[in-house]
């Protein structure tokens, strides 16, 4: 029986003890309770102005989606602005890729024209210098010519003198071949005489051995006829001598002028054909004169063509640049 006591005791001290515990436990559970109440009263706080604050987020949301949107729209009009932009920059590019190309296309075509200008320019100073050697060869020709035409003239009035000297000369020949022939016959008339005479005295000699007296009177006089003879012979010997030699002289006279008449008429044909020469030299020298004009005026042309192509391209290099 007291073991049941016990018993009952023991359970209604478990009961008292969970009744005890129980309380506690509620008591808790209504602290905690409260606590929670609490809590979500602070929560429920908190709720309502994270409510309010959606609110307030919504509308900044709306007024963020708006200036995004807005902001969008003018990404969208950037964007298409700056593919605008780019497209344009592109075909600035483009355009002045093409500008530098042509830029130095021209620089090119420059170098080039400036480079053709130098090399046309020296050609008309050298086609000048050209042209002025011509006219002093023209001018010299002419002069030549002048002075050819001056030798002819003296070479042929030479000749009229030389063919002048030569008929003298000719005819003084034979006035002297003429006079040696008669002085010729002169001696052979005298030596005839001196014979004829000589053979008289012979005959006189033979002729005083019959008459000594008569023979010596006439052997005197045929003495003096012999002498005389001899002295006409003698004399005819030196004149014809003379002759002869001054026959040889006009001989040389005579063959020295048809010499120099020869000589003179070799001379005239000579410049006759150095004046042809002459002629004609002056007819190439005016051509080339007339052809050198004829290249400068071309050449100064062409200068004046590569001077205006060269200011040309200045003018447009300037304007690209």
């Known amino acids: 029986m007291n073991d049941e006591v016990d018993e009952l005791e023991k ?30 009263k602070g929560t429920l706080q908190l709720i309502e102005n994270d409510q309010q604050e959606c609110v307030q987020l919504n509308i900044q949301e709306d007024q963020i989606n708006q200036q995004l949107q807005s902001q969008t729209q003018e990404y969208d009009n ?22 530098e190309e042509q830029l130095h296309r021209i620089e090119t075509d420059l170098k080039k024209s400036n480079q053709d200008l130098e090399n046309e320019k020296r050609l008309f100073q050298r086609l000048t210098s050209e042209l002025k050697t011509a006219e002093r060869n023209e ?25 002048e000297k030569e008929q003298a000369a000719s005819r003084r020949r034979q006035e002297t071949e003429h006079e040696v022939e008669m002085m010729e016959t002169d001696l052979e008339i005298a030596t005839a005489a001196l014979l004829i005479a000589d053979l008289a005295l012979t005959a006189l000699i033979a002729l005083t051995i019959v008459n000594p007296l008569a023979g010596m ?19 005819a010997e030196q004149k014809l001598g003379e002759k002869k030699a001054l026959l040889v002289k006009r001989v040389s006279d005579h063959e020295t002028a048809q010499a120099n008449r020869k000589k003179s008429e070799e001379i005239l044909n000579v410049n006759r054909i150095n004046l042809d020469t002459r002629k004609s030299d002056l007819t190439n020298r005016k051509q080339d004169v007339v052809t050198e004009k004829d290249k400068l005026s071309q050449q100064k042309t062409v200068v004046e063509n590569v001077t205006q192509q060269s200011k040309g391209l200045r003018n447009e290099r300037g304007k690209i640049q």
């Open 217 to 235: 009177f006439c052997i005197a006089i045929k003495q003096a006829a012999v002498t005389a003879a001899q002295h006409a012979v003698g004399k």
């Open 11 to 40: 359970t209604n001290q478990l009961r008292n003890n969970d009744l005890k515990n129980f309380k506690e436990e509620k008591k808790g559970l209504q602290t905690e309770e409260e606590q929670c109440i609490t809590r979500m």
């Open 78 to 99: 950037a964007e298409r602005t700056m593919q605008d932009k780019t497209k344009q920059i592109e075909q600035l590019e483009a355009v002045l890729k093409a500008m």
């Open 139 to 163: 001018r010299k020709a002419a002069t030549e010519l002048r002075n050819q035409e001056q030798k002819l003239v003296r070479e042929e009035q030479n000749l009229q003198r030389c063919r």
